[in-house]
């Protein structure tokens, strides 16, 4: 019997494929495996409850966590904007805790991390989902207009970029989208500390924002109002 209404299969509770994930873990980056498959997670439950809206990652780096969201993407049928200037955040630079000299353009002595983004996303299969924009995240922002169902924001992690990935980002999820935010550490001890002051604290503070999953320090947040 031909069926009018056309039910999309469940897309929740798909984990990552096995090759892929093995690929996202031998990229470069800082997702660790079960915050990845949570993001992943949460992804497709964003794409199940707004299907037609596309997402956006803010700080891709080498796009490991690009490659968790741009699979889910690539289910639910949706777009992944990947926004990086890819010359790494203040803490990815020469002499801080997270810098690594393979990514430094010998040319210009800057971190470009974009052939090794292009690289991810090209090996991943992954090119027809994932959009990389490559730009500062609120000269990008300025003129964004599109409803998004997932905001995913792990950029820069001083106060100055968090603030401003707040401003620019958290006002254009749809009601009913998902925030997810990495790095939010309320122990000052476990780590640094605007991620959870400057983005975490303000979205559940407004009103706007509900507290859904913790994965290590992962958020996210459902958008209510
Ligand atoms: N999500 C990545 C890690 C991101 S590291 C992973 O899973 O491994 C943070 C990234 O944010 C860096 O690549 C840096 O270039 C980018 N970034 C920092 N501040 C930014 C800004 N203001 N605009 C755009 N990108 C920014
Ligand atoms: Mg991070």
Redesign the pocket.
Known sequence: MACRHHHRPSLLGVPLDPALRELALST????PADEGDALHDAALRAGDTLPDAPWV??????G???IWLGDAARHVGTTLYA???????EE?QAGWEHHDTEVVDVRTGR?D?LPFFRRAIGDAGLEEHVVGII????VVARHWATPLALVFI???HGVE?AR?DYAGWTPHVAVGGTLAI?DVFPDPAAGGRPPYEEIYLPALESGRFELTSVTGSLRILRRVG
């Not at 470069?28 to 997702?31: A, D, E, R, T, V």
């Not at 926004?83 to 955040?89: E, I």
């Open positions: 470069k980056g800082f997702m990652e803010v700080g891709s780096y080498c490991r966590s690009t926004v990086d200037h890819h010359h790494g955040s990815n971190m991390t730009g500062r995240s609120p792990d950029g820069g970029p401003a990495h």
